[in-house]
């Protein structure tokens, strides 16, 4: 079944741009009818949607967090990324990609805390 | 945005108890909503979608119910394994948004 990874670094300075990939595996991020999401939840707080991108590389994000984020596609890599610019302790959190339908999230990756710090 | 309001925001019961965590949405989302179960330190799991289905491979004590702005999570005899915090989500409208979760824990 498909499963999805988040990978980049554990660490980021505050006005820097957190980068993060999501790599899927035992399925192409081509089939079907799907969104490639990222979500996040700081520490102890409940879960935000940051935004998703369709593999035409369509995308929505929040609006509380538009200007300051992309998220990309890359077929050829199977997998999808995400840039969160001029990041704040605020942004310190675990983020989690995710594939959604219409409907719902599933299946989720394992998670990635991402700390910002100087 | 909708507004996803659960309660309680935490409970502690019994193994064998019936357990109930309400949502209610600040607007009509029809059955627009899915219930997600997370254990600590891992990923939300999907257990109810449209309410009231049951995701394949869920138990069936797990059930949800309700439509419009009021939602009902249920837990028919609670395990030692469902010790999680548990959590709605609308998709009737972007941006997708979450209740603040419910803890459950055993008494």
């Known amino acids: 079944q498909v499963q999805l990874q988040e990978s980049g670094p554990g660490l980021v300075k505050p006005s820097q741009t957190l980068s993060l990939t999501c790599t899927v595996s035992g399925g192409s991020i081509s089939s079907g009818y799907y969104y490639w999401t990222w979500l996040r939840q700081p520490a102890g707080k409940g879960l935000e949607w940051i935004g998703r991108?369709?593999?035409?590389?369509?995308?929505n994000y929040n609006p509380s967090l538009k200007s300051r984020v992309t998220i990309s596609v890359d077929t050829s890599k199977n997998h999808f990324s995400l840039k969160l610019s001029s990041v704040t302790a605020a942004d310190t959190a675990v983020y989690y990609c995710?594939?959604?339908?219409?409907?719902?999230?599933?299946?989720w990756g394992q998670g990635t805390l991402v700390t910002v710090s100087s | 945005d909708i507004q996803m309001t659960q309660s309680p925001s935490s409970l502690s019961a019994s193994v064998g108890d019936r357990v109930t965590i309400t949502c209610q949405a600040s607007?009509?989302?029809?059955?627009?909503l899915n219930w997600y179960q997370q254990k600590p330190g891992k990923a939300p799991k999907l257990l109810i979608y449209d309410a009231s289905n049951l995701e394949t491979g869920v138990p069936s004590r797990f059930s949800g119910s309700g439509s419009g702005t009021d939602f009902t999570f249920t837990i028919s005899s609670l395990q030692p394994e469902d010790i999680a915090t548990y959590y709605c989500?609308?998709?009737?409208?972007?941006?997708?948004?979450f209740g603040q979760g419910t803890r459950v824990e055993i008494k």
């Open positions: 995710a594939r959604s339908s219409f409907r719902w999230f599933d299946p």
């Open positions: 607007q009509d989302i029809g059955n627009y």
């Open positions: 989500q609308q998709y009737d409208n972007l941006p997708w948004t």
């Open positions: 991108v369709y593999t035409s590389g369509s995308t």
